[in-house]
């Protein structure tokens, strides 16, 4: 009998030493299929957002978080005193996803990739007058957007890319 007493502790050690490994493993498998996630853009859930001002900072968060990237958003400034309107956006990496922050950024064209972003930011919310982004350890400088220059670099008004479903896949299928 005293040996079965002997044996409960360890039981129980190796028991929860399974658990932590099993939740380790599945964890890490939630977290490549947010990252690999992270690059898609969900259009419905987008055109919710339509017309959104970017007082509204609920609304604007929340576009922002389907965004390509937001696995990486870090701080995200809305300067609405007085006209221009600026969202800022700041991404930086974290201990859990440093590696990935690596790679996320390093395979791509930023500043293609940044500002489709901030065409699709500007397109749905109409009194935004400049996106600011700001990606810690790829450049010192911000990338940033104003509505006169991609209205002028995609023949118009921004307002017009999320019209409808069709329009906005159209842009994003071909930016």
């Known amino acids: 009998m005293k040996n079965k007493s002997n044996l409960l502790p360890y039981t129980i050690i190796i028991l929860l030493m399974f658990i932590f490994i ?33 007082g509204d900072n609920s609304k604007v968060l929340n576009i922002i978080s389907l965004l390509p990237g937001n696995n990486y958003r870090n701080e995200v400034n809305l300067q609405t005193n007085n006209k221009p309107y600026v969202i800022n956006i700041t991404y930086m990496k974290n201990k859990n996803l440093e590696e990935d922050y690596k790679n996320f950024w390093g395979n791509k064209n930023i500043d293609k ?3 489709r972003n901030a065409v699709v930011l500007l397109s749905l919310i109409p009194n935004a ?10 450049n010192n400088n911000p990338y940033k957007y104003t509505r006169h220059n991609l209205e002028s670099k995609y023949g118009g008004n921004l307002k017009n890319l999320t019209r409808d479903k069709t329009s906005f896949e159209n842009f994003l299928n071909k930016y």
């Open 22 to 54: 099993f939740c380790s493993c599945n964890n890490k498998k939630v977290l490549n299929k947010s990252i690999k996630n992270s690059s898609e853009i969900k259009v419905d859930e987008l055109l919710k957002y339509k017309n959104s001002y970017v």
């Open 113 to 115: 990739f940044l500002q």
């Open 129 to 138: 007058d400049i996106v600011e982004f700001n990606v810690e350890g790829i």
